[in-house]
């Protein structure tokens, strides 16, 4: 039987390898030079290039620096993520998930959850931590509600309406996408593999 540590490392190589099903992987040095950051190959006509996630083994000393600016730990899995790939923002379908861009620390990815300080402040002050947004120009946060921690450590992932936070300083949950950030990655994997008719993703 696999250890904790041997299930998670699976379950995150399946998630990573939902992005390019489900997302767009087009990278645009001009409009997102972060994901340029993740490029290869050949630029198209545009100067279009593809990009990929890409394998990272970062110290877990990374994730002390980057607890200090967080109200709580991220959930476990969603740590081992962190610690085990580098990202660009990617849209899949269900949310966008916020860039884990590359660096000898995680002060990038904090950078990204953090960007609208306003928000930022509002929702950390009321329970959550962003980590994503809607899917394509959707801007509703996509937080951990930390309020609500489960037995094995995990939160429920919530979609909160941006406007409210932004024009009333107000917290209005739009709706619970799953009970925990494990739930939402297995939601994720089950779409992407009816998307590829069954065959498994990694």
């Known amino acids: 039987m ?3 540590h041997e299930r998670d490392a699976l379950l995150i190589a399946e998630f990573v390898a939902t992005f390019a099903m489900l997302g767009d992987m087009t990278a645009d040095e001009t409009l997102d030079p972060i994901a340029w950051q993740f490029a290869f190959g050949e630029p198209d006509q545009y100067g279009r290039k593809r990009w990929r996630p890409l394998p990272s083994v970062s110290d877990p ?3 002390a620096s980057l607890n200090v600016k967080i109200p709580t730990r991220f959930p476990r899995l969603y740590e081992r993520l962190l610690l085990t790939y580098r990202w660009a923002e990617v849209d899949l379908q269900v949310f966008r998930l916020l860039a884990n861009p590359l660096g000898s620390d995680l002060s990038g990815h904090f950078a990204e959850i ?3 300080r306003f928000m930022w ?3 950390v002050k009321s329970g959550f ?8 120009v959707d801007y509703d946060p996509i937080c951990f ?9 995990d939160f429920p992932v919530v979609k909160i309406d941006h406007e409210e936070v932004l024009c009333n300083s107000s917290i209005k949950i739009v709706k619970k996408l799953a009970d925990g950030f494990e739930d939402l990655v ?3 994997i089950a779409s992407a593999d009816r998307v590829s008719g069954g065959r498994r993703l990694a």
Do not use: E
Request: with cysteine; glycine share 10%; net charge positive.
């Open 121 to 123: 402040d509002i929702l």
């Open 186 to 188: 297995r939601q994720i």
């Open 61 to 63: 000393s990374c994730l």
């Open 129 to 136: 931590l962003r980590f994503g947004k809607g899917p394509d």
């Open 114 to 116: 953090s960007k609208d």
């Open 145 to 153: 509600d930390f309020r609500s921690r489960n037995r094995t450590g």
């Open 2 to 4: 696999p250890s904790t």
